[in-house]
């Protein structure tokens, strides 16, 4: 149950502002835990922008399908992939769709999309420092493009955040990132990165069951093009 012993005997998980003797924060890892639950997000830089892609893992053919949210669109030219608890997710965009319209107010231009994720990142950091507070359990890809600059972040759910050029994050991430590492090239285009994507779900989620094109959520932004969803119909032309 108790991910050491120092926990057991004092506690030391009941607080996510408590360092254990070990110098853990355990409410922070237990946080991690549920993301590495979540289902897959992958996020690939091909030659022209971003691709995010995300599986939504539904198991009752009565859950109507666009109503699961995995895929968010945070701006005209960023957009975020979650895994973890999806109210978390909800309220971390919210948060950074806020700091997109501050910023077009106070500059009358779009946010940079390293500005942002530091902004998202040190959220979640101050939910670790304060007392009656929880860690948000989730993990966000967030990919954009900013002055002809595509750029993909991952952030934690300590408040850490790391650049890529393709990551995944959620359930079978350890497997997903190798075949990225093996098969990801630089430059590559739209049309491979989203086949590499959809193999990457489909091998990582739907080993023992059938795929369904309808179970996930694919977008990209490029230059000069807002965020948009890629249709089911593409998918499954792309299959």
Known sequence: MYPDSDVKTSGYDRIATMFSPKGRLYQVEYASKIVEQGTLGVGIIYNKGVLLAADKNIVSSLVIAPSIEKLFKVDEHIGAVSSGLVGDARRLVKIARQKCQENRMLYDEKIQVEALVKEI??????????????PFGISLIVGGVYNGKSQLFETEPAGALAEYTAVAIGQGKKKAMEMLEKEYKVGTTLEKAIKLALKIINATSY?????????????????GKPFEIISSDKLQALL
């Open 207 to 223: 080993e023992k069951k059938q795929f369904d094109v309808n179970n996930v959520c694919f977008a990209y932004i490029e230059e």
């Open 121 to 134: 990142a040190s959220v979640n950091q101050l939910f670790t420092q304060y007392a009656g507070m929880r």
